[in-house]
Every structure is written in C-alpha cells, then in structure tokens.
C-alpha cells in the first residue's frame, strides 16, 4: 500500500508503467524496485525456499540477503530489492536455481 | 586501470565525509557506492540529530545525507561512482569492482574502507516467514518507496533503531501493536522512548518473541515475559495478531573486505563483532588502509561522519596534503569523537575501542 500522506516526506513518484508478474499484468512506478512495486500491490510471497519450499518474502531491501531473487526478463537469480522497475518488464517466480539461457 | 590517491569504499556517511575532508586538503579521491545513489543509511532518516551543529544537530538524516552529497558533487577532487560493488582488495593493492556489468580495476594509494554494517537476525520458529523484516527494510520501504509494509506490526527492539522506526511507521499510518525487549531496559533515548509512549504504544521490556505464525505469511505472533534470568515466565503469553515484524535487535559490521584485505582482526561485542584493529587515526594492520564508520564498530552516523573526516584527513595528510592545517584537523576529530562517546552508551564504544587496541583477547 502506498503512503498518500506523511507528515515530513514528500515522495518524488515517477511515472505509471506496466509490468507483468507471472503473467498477471501490474502497475508500478517507474524508477522503483520490483520488490517495492509488488509490495505496493500486496505481493509478499516472492518465492519458496529449494528444500522445504517455505514461503520467502523481502527481508533486507538493499541487496544483502538474497531472500527476493526472482527471474526477470528471463535472467535468474536478479535480486528484485535493487533492480529498478521498466516498463514492459517480465517478472517471473523463480523455481530452483534457476537457468542461464 | 584507474589511478587514484584515495579510494573510499562505501558512500554513507563515513565515506561520504571522508570523501569531503581529504578533498579539501587537495587530495584525489574515488568514492565507491554500490547503490545507484549515494547517502548510505542517512537518506531515510527522517529524524532530527543530535550533538553539536557540526555534527549537524537539529537537521534530519535526509537533509544531511543530501548535504553531504552536494558537498561531493560540488568538488572537483572528488569522483563518486554509484552502482558500482567492490569485490576485492588484493596483495598488491589493486582494488577490483563490477559497476554497470564491467570488471573494473582501481589502484588507489589509501584505501578507506567506510562499508557500513548489516542487520542482525535473531532465532524464533517462522522467522523466515515472508512479512519479517529488518527495521532498515522498513525503513527503505516506506521512507524511499512510500510504501508501507503492512497493516499492524510487532517491534523487537526498543534499541534507538527499534524506537525510531516504530515513530517512522506510525507516521506513515502504520499501527504499532507492540515494541518489545529482551532486556530489562529501553536501550534507546529516552526522548525517542517518550515520543513513542505519548502516541501510547507500549514497550514491554523483559519480553521476548517465542515465535511468529502464518500460513504463507506472518497472521501474528507470540510473546512472553522474561525473568531476570531471562527465562520465559509460563503463563505470560500473548498473541499478538500482526501482519508484520520488524526486527531491530542490532547490526554487526561489514568486514569481509578487511578481512580479505588482511588486516588483523578481533571481536569484540562492545562494538558488535569482528573489527579491524587500528591506531587512533583509524589506520588498520594494513598500512594505508583505514576504516571509518560501523564498519570499525557499530555507533551512530553523528560519530560515523566524525570517524571519516578523521580517516579522510589522515589519508590526505600521510599523502603529504595539509602537513599545516591536518594535525589541528585530527585533533579536533578526536575531541569530537570523545565528546560524543562521553554518553552511558558511548562508554560501550569507549571499552570496546579500549579492549580492541589492548594486547588481550585473539587476534585473526
């Protein structure tokens, strides 16, 4: 969910742009992460762990921990807390590993 | 390969002053930012600092992380490269990094390594559940993105992060169940406490998570009280129905690159983990490399951009820049630095920087 008011920040928001989440087309801005776009629109669940397929959401959101790795635009493994969001992107859940193509 | 005097790795606010100080004795500096922009921790920070105006008390991190970066842009010595991640400090000094998919290739004279810290993480069953967060996510979400976490959230912590950033989500329009602490007693200031309580959220101090559930994501959480041997109380449970924890239970520093870059190390809690030994300029084992910041110990911004301007003058000055103003320079770093740890919570960092430098304790 979107902060609307607050009382000392005044969020420079960047332009509406569509990206697609395991098929599902979204709305996010851009200039954002991925993660915060899919936090905006409620997506938590970003994952399952390989072994005992929990469920993993964003923890660290400057790229430290590696608990939001998706595949994007095809590549594996991106971490979607600082990989900025472009119009047109394809977000995919990541199953295992992943693949280089 | 990139010829440097100074390469600073890490554009916080260690890194960031450092940059500032050694520039303006005329020194040649590089700063390295792995994020797309500099300002580290300090650009969401939305509280007012404390200390003495020059450490820029009464502003609030935003606005001197904005400061600081202007100060950077604004002088031709200084050259900062964001999006660009060092991955290492080899023997022959030759610093490596990935900026914008290319390997590149740095050789600096002095290196001072300003690459902050990382949040801890505690042992709770769930704690892996999506909807966990470090208090530094948090703030990141909301204070960057404008978006808020969640609806309601459970607080472990009332450290000043854990304080701070609990004020920070009921301002975004986050309700606040709960902050609670292990410990018998609120780490943080009693004017970050204060803030909180008069909004009427409770600290419970004495209290510990026993663990979070949910199905695929936190529904909420149990807690319990602590006797003074910090055992659970049977009895003493509660559940708390949160959609979001928010854990502020500390931060260990950022070493790797001083470890692999050699420098003789110790742990020493005081200062939250493993930390280079240095000399009182902040010099490592390491001749010509320095650290500033959490990185040497974890403290505040306020003492990190003290700690760099002391690292940065140092650099310059052992590069023959300043030989007349830098030992004035240096000293009153040191005396800003002791102002600021005169504090109950600056004798932690005071014992902790004295058992790092004594003979005792296992270097590796």
Known sequence: MRITEHPILDFQRGEEVTFSFDGQELKGLAGETIAAALHAVGVKVLGHSHKMHRPRGLFCAIGNCSSCLMVVDGEPNVRICVEKLKSGMRVETQRGKGRLK | ?364
């Open chain 2, 1 to 364: 390969m990139k010829e440097v005097e100074i390469l600073i790795i890490g554009g916080g606010p260690a890194g960031l002053s450092a940059a500032a100080a050694a520039a303006g004795l005329g020194a040649s500096v590089l700063v390295l930012e792995r994020d797309d922009k500099p300002g580290g921790q300090l650009v969401k920070q939305t509280h007012k600092f404390f200390g003495s105006k020059k450490q820029y008390a009464g502003d609030r991190g935003y606005q001197i992380g904005s400061f600081l970066i202007e100060q950077c842009e604004n002088d031709s010595k200084v050259e900062v490269w964001a999006d660009t991640t060092v991955l290492g400090i080899y023997e022959d000094g030759v610093v490596t990094a990935e900026g914008k998919g290319k390997h590149l290739k740095i050789n600096p004279e002095r290196i001072i390594v300003a690459t902050g810290a990382s949040e801890k993480m505690i042992a709770f069953p769930n704690n892996d559940l999506p909807g966990i967060y470090g208090a530094g996510a948090v703030q990141t979400l909301m204070n960057v993105y404008g978006i808020v976490p969640g609806q309601r959230v459970l607080m472990i912590g009332a450290g000043n992060i854990g304080l701070i950033v609990s004020y920070q989500m009921l301002q975004a329009g986050v309700e606040v169940a709960a902050i609670i602490e292990a410990a018998p007693t609120i780490g943080g200031y009693l004017v970050h406490a204060s803030k909180v309580r008069r909004t009427g959220v409770p600290i419970l101090t004495s209290h510990t998570i026993i663990e979070a559930y949910g199905q695929e994501s936190v529904e909420g959480a149990l807690i319990c009280k602590l006797d003074e041997n910090w055992q659970p109380i049977p009895g003493t449970e509660q559940d708390l129905k949160v959609d979001v924890i928010c854990l502020a239970v500390g931060l260990s520093p950022l070493t790797e690159l001083c470890f692999q870059a050699d420098c003789q190390m110790k742990y020493v809690p005081e200062l939250s983990g493993h930390v280079p030994l240095r000399n009182k300029y902040l010099e490592t084992t390491r001749s010509g490399l320095y650290v500033a910041g959490d990185v040497s110990g974890v403290e505040e911004a306020s003492s990190a951009m003290v700690e760099g301007r002391l690292a940065g003058v140092s650099a310059a000055y052992s590069l023959g820049y300043g030989n007349d103003v830098a030992p004035k320079l240096q000293a009153e770093a040191l005396a800003e630095l002791s102002e600021l740890r005169a504090g109950p919570a600056g004798q932690k960092t005071v014992n902790g920087i004295k058992k790092l430098m004594d003979k005792g304790g296992v270097v590796c």
